[in-house]
């Protein structure tokens, strides 16, 4: 993996507590007062994730030029003999997060298609009459089976008052 | 009344109508019973009892099989599955994998009915005993469980526990009730949901990580095996399915200690009993075995309360009791002695649904398996979508959407530098409520500790508790040092310990030899299998 991020999560992990440090100090006592109060806790958690935070990204500054950029995995590894794309898996999210922002104004029935299309495309699924199919019978399956079996209604964007 | 017609069917439909449910991301077993609770207007009271906790049932055994097949938990209950069986499905052994999950299941759930029949009113006098500080120190306990799931590094395994209580936090204040770290957020000011924040972290983070590549399961495990576990397997399986059906009762019993706390301490208990605690968290049986019996026997213990006292211990026996209010029937203490017949109800329903998911579930796990293996961006898509769309139909709200697919790219970067995100999962879940019961318990004790660690009760859970959180992370950082001489002496390691350079052959004979000194057959066929694929793989416990 890469050290630099390493670092940078880590020191995201030390910002975090520091923010949460500082908001706990800042809080108010409120009308019931109880001996540790509203900012104690949370004032340690956030003590120790700028500990833990500092000590994670230290001990790699510490042998920072005696490593390469590439350190050993901590985390989850890719196969080997496959390649890998983070832009594709940030495209993905980014697809999946424009959806949720997008569906109240959209609605389910004509967004979630080209949601369907927009994943299977990104990931080499591009066979174009399945992906047209799958789309389509997946977003009327779903459909169905939320705003008719399980009485949840899923949001209808232009077509509410038509549905 | 098993043989009343009526109240097999009701239980028939409930047992489906939950697995189907419970199979859905976000739909969680409050949400399920909720939707299908007008329906049992119309019901007698008997049947309306059956339905819905069958449909309880129902919802803790289809909440796994996602969990297993795309590591997507249905609930929240389901996270240490979709950890476990997750790893087993991928490294080929989705028979080993669901079959443990089914046998488990059901065993668990058989075990609690028999515990609730016999003990609904012993077990209800705990109630009385499990006042605020044993409440805090059981949820100690259930945090100490983060140690199991720290991961290779047990400091990042703390940082992100630490992250989680930072994320329960979050909202108003349990005792002032002032708003904390809202940043004027409107949305925030009710914290956030768990369900949408713990499938964010566990199962958006996969599934977004799964896209990095793109290739066919079968290229990678030579396919996936579907055959139902041999009786060896099954009966090494039996101590850590018993573990986790006393630990889920037990935990259940007590209002508010929520069934994923139970879930936890029987992983956690079940590692420590474990003659193969380090293949925890990389595709263990015994580990998905005792969380499989711990969430559905917790179902069992969650009625005890419910039924003993008229209180119920969780928002789905919220509703069961509303359902009988509605039938004329006055939920208290009084309920099983004026109205006995509604005890056997539920242990209709209970056994019921158990029995009837015990013919049919099976069979839907291996149609769901084949299903599975069809096309691995397809599936991945749908589950995508699924994951969405469950968690928007908890309070269709967008907001929680939004924060599942930011928790969810958190989780992505957790994953990938080796921050667990089931000890995050594990701290947001029982965060909120470990803070509050300290507190309260103090405001109730008049500001004196003392009680949280003099009552014999808390006193016991809180050494525990310590005791098993320097042996954490003491034995945790042996294995880790051992692992980097090993290293630094040009050997890499396999999860067990075995250096990879020794070939193919001579590992598979070093495991078996190792194992063949144990008396348990079921290791041998596992261990060899663990070592074979991990030289094969470099590294199977963190590979796609």
Redesign the interface.
Known sequence: ?DKR??VA??AG?AV??AV?LV??LL??????????G?ST??AV??G??IV??A??ALRRFVVWRSTAVKV?????????N?????P??FL??GI??A???L??YAG?LIL?PF??AG??W????RKVLPVVL?SLL?TAA?YCL?NIV?????PHGPLTGLI | MLLDPSVLLVMLLGAVIGSV?GALPG?TTTLAVS?TLPFTFSMSPEAAVAFLVAITVGVNYGNSIPAILVGVPGTPTAVLTAIDGYKLHIKGESGLALGTQYFAALIGQLISTVFFVALVVPLSQLLYVFLTPELWALHLLGLTAVISLA???V??G??AA??G??VA?VGP?P????N??TFGSFELRSGFEVVPVVIGVLA?SEL??S?????SWKE?SGGFRGKFPSWRHLRAMLKPITIGAIAGTAFGVVPGAGGTAGTFIAYQQAKLFSKHPEEFGNGSVEGLAANESAQNAGQAGDMVPTFGFGIAGSGSMVLLLAALTVHGIVPGPLLIKETPEMLYAATAGLIGAALILGIIGWPIAKALLHIVTI?R??V???A???S??GV??LR?S?FD??V??VF??IG????????SVAAFALAVVLGENF?GL???G??LEG?S?VAFISRPITAVMVGVSVLLLVIGVVSTVRATRKAKRL?AGGMETSPDGIPAQISAAQAEVAATVQAAAETEDAHVMTTTKTTTTTTK???EG???
């Open positions: 993996m991020i390493d999560v880590a992990a975090i507590g949460m908001a706990a809080l108010p006592e409120g009308s019931i007062r109880d001996p540790l509203p806790m949370p958690v956030g120790l994730l833990g935070g000590f994670l050993p995995e901590e985390g989850s590894e890719d196969l080997e496959y390649s890998s794309s983070a594709r898996a993905v999210w999946c997060l959806y949720a922002i569906i109240p389910f979630t949601l369907f994943l299977l990104t990931l080499h699924f799958i997946g779903i939320f399980l009485l949840v209604r899923l | 449910a739909m939707v991961g290779k590094n400091y990042k703390l940082v630490l992250f209580l930072a936090f204040d005792v002032s009730l002032i904390r770290f958006i977004i990580r896209t990095r590549q793109v290739y990678v096309d961006s397809v991945l898509t749908i995508l979508v699924l969405i769309i928007f139909a269709r967008t959407v939004v599942m697919m969810g790219f992505y970067f957790m994953l990938r530098y080796g921050y803070e300290l507190r309260r103090l405001l500001g500790g290293a793989k470099n590294d963190n590979s796609e």
